[in-house]
């Protein structure tokens, strides 16, 4: 299946398979080596050239390294900096991408109109809505507040299981009295109003749309029941197991809640129903900083024209 044949000091073997191999026999003292390569190896141990005396030749003087007299020499200001490799180099740094961003419907909507009521000349009665309690008292109204939450159904149904086994040990047994709970719900804070029942009414200020609470100050000053606009519709259903809240009312307190609550219905009827110049106060009518500047500069302009008039 091969032929040899030979050539000078080579044998040549011709393997015949599909894919055809050379492979080269060098003979040398009677021996055969194998190599696969196409060029037979050079003999690495030649006999070194001598010079007449019988001597190796000298060695050439080394080249002197002048890629250090080329170096460039770095300058003061300018300090170099190695590149890093690592993962979060290839990342980057953050950028404020802020206005390249498509914002949802409803946040153009509130900053729109945050802008309209800076802008825009805010009539009293919707105004008062921007004028709240202060913190402290703030704080002082919803520690109140919080002891009168409204039962969770849980709670409600144990109260009413307690009652039904009275009841059934002992018939005649008398109903205990309804525990004093706020109440919630727009119309029913409107009914307890207008019957005058409702001690305390608490109204959230940023209630939307407005039109649901804007007439219920106006109510109660003329029932003469003490009001408060308070921050912020989401702290009164957190009061109430509920995620909003319009407004609540305090129909009745405990004994010892009493005196509190006559010292907030007194600051109330100072701070919201009689103070006429809430009611009088109109809102908005701010212009933008570029308006107020060019106002400025008109102003400045005037200034200067006067001032060389009367030097004149």
Same mark, same amino acid.
């Given at each position: $299946?091969?032929?040899?044949? !030979? ?11 599909? *894919? ?5 026999? !060098?003979?040398?003292?009677?021996? #055969? ?5 196409? $060029?037979?190896?050079? /003999? ?11 001597? =190796?030749?000298?060695?050439?003087? =080394? ?36 206005? $390249?961003?498509?914002?949802? *419907? +409803? ?37 109140? &507040?919080?002891? +009168? ?8 149904? &144990?109260?009413? @299981? ?21 109440? +919630? ?7 307890? %109003?207008? @019957?005058? *029942? ?9 209630? /939307? ?13 003329? $029932?003469?029941?003490? +009001?408060? %606009? ?7 259903? =957190?009061?109430?197991?509920? *995620?909003?809240?319009?407004? #609540? ?7 010892? /809640? #009493? ?43 005037? =200034? ?9």
């Amino acid at each position: $299946m091969f032929e040899i044949f !030979q050539n000078n000091n080579l044998i040549f073997v011709d393997i015949k398979k599909k *894919k055809k191999k050379f492979f080269f026999f !060098q003979q040398k003292e009677k021996s #055969v080596s194998l190599h696969q390569s196409k $060029m037979p190896k050079k /003999d690495t141990q030649a006999p070194k050239k001598t010079t007449e005396q019988g001597k =190796a030749p000298a060695k050439a003087p =080394a080249k002197k390294d002048t890629s250090k007299d080329n170096k460039v020499a770095e300058h003061p200001l300018f300090e170099k900096r190695e590149r890093s490799w690592s993962a979060a180099s290839t990342i980057g740094k953050k950028m404020n991408l802020t206005r $390249m961003v498509r914002w949802p *419907k +409803y946040v153009k909507l509130q900053r729109q109109r945050k802008i309209l009521m800076t802008r825009l000349k805010i009539p009293p009665a919707i105004h008062q809505f921007t004028r709240t309690l202060d913190k402290a008292t703030a704080v002082q109204l919803f520690k109140l &507040l919080s002891k +009168y939450r409204p039962e969770t159904p849980q709670e409600k149904s &144990l109260r009413l @299981k307690k009652i039904a086994d009275a009841k059934t040990k002992d018939p005649k047994a008398p109903e205990p009295k309804k525990p004093n709970l706020l109440k +919630y719900g727009i119309n029913n804070v409107t009914t307890l %109003i207008e @019957k005058k *029942k409702a001690k305390l009414v608490i109204i959230a200020h940023d209630v /939307d749309p407005i039109e649901i609470v804007v007439w219920l100050p106006a109510l109660c000053r003329k $029932m003469d029941v003490p +009001y408060a %606009i308070v921050k912020s519709k989401s702290r009164l259903g =957190a009061l109430i197991h509920q *995620k909003t809240a319009t407004a #609540v009312a305090l129909t009745d307190v405990n004994k010892e /809640d #009493v005196n509190e609550l006559t010292n907030l219905a007194n600051t109330f009827q100072e701070s919201f129903n009689k103070n006429v110049d809430l009611r009088k106060q109109w809102g908005g009518g701010i212009l933008s900083n570029r308006s107020m500047q060019s106002i400025r500069k008109k102003e400045a302009a005037v =200034a200067r024209e006067s001032a060389a008039k009367s030097k004149a």
